[in-house]
């Protein structure tokens, strides 16, 4: 075992709910010492950079109840038992935009809070795109805003987008845009 991994003694299920479980889990450390982990389990996610013909970013609009804010983002979602993440961010980007994307590729993945959670986001690349009729779920309120690459990186200094994924998805698109 190497000095920084940790050994599991026990686990339990705290909280099991739609999405979401928690559990607390006891752990050993190289050095002996014992310590508590409160971990949530997610399925994982998709993140859609849908990037238009004219270097706009598909972002949506939402009130996000957690941060008790309005927050501007990527289209994203959770993908439905035994989907594929590419299907997942296809369906998710129609659903909630109304765009469908002839091509998708996926781009990269990591780890959104890996202090207490395990989700991992899987960012997808969509381009060549057409409308389509948008299907929010109906606990869903979303805006489509159609926001320049250049517009969206200045948001992010400016602090007027505060969402993690929708950086990086931000910052990758910057570098799909510049090559």
């Given at each position: 075992m190497s000095k920084l991994e940790e050994k599991?003694?026990?686990?339990?299920?705290?909280?099991?709910?739609?999405?979401?479980?928690?559990?607390?889990t006891q752990v050993k450390l190289a050095s002996g010492v014992k310590a508590t982990r409160e971990i949530v389990e997610h399925p994982g996610a998709v993140a859609i950079i849908a990037i238009?013909?004219?270097?706009?970013?598909?972002?949506?609009?939402?009130?996000?109840?957690?941060?008790?804010?309005?927050?501007?983002?990527v289209p994203a979602g959770v993908p439905?038992?035994?989907?594929?993440?590419?299907?997942?961010?296809r369906r998710e980007l129609e659903e909630e935009t109304g765009f469908h994307a002839k091509k998708i590729t996926k781009l990269w993945e990591g780890f959104a809070s890996p202090g207490y959670s395990n989700e991992l986001i899987q960012y997808y690349l969509a381009q060549e795109m057409s409308a389509v009729p948008r299907r929010p779920e109906e606990d869903e309120q979303i805006e489509v805003d159609l926001v320049d690459i250049e517009a969206c990186v200045d948001m992010v200094k400016n602090g007027k987008i505060r969402d993690n994924k929708t950086m990086i998805g931000i910052m990758l698109a910057e570098k799909v845009i510049s090559g």
């Open positions: 599991t003694i026990s686990s339990e299920m705290i909280f099991e709910g739609r999405l979401l479980k928690l559990k607390k238009t013909a004219d270097n706009e970013l598909v972002l949506v609009r939402q009130f996000r109840k957690a941060a008790e804010t309005i927050l501007l983002e439905e038992k035994g989907e594929t993440g590419e299907a997942a961010a």
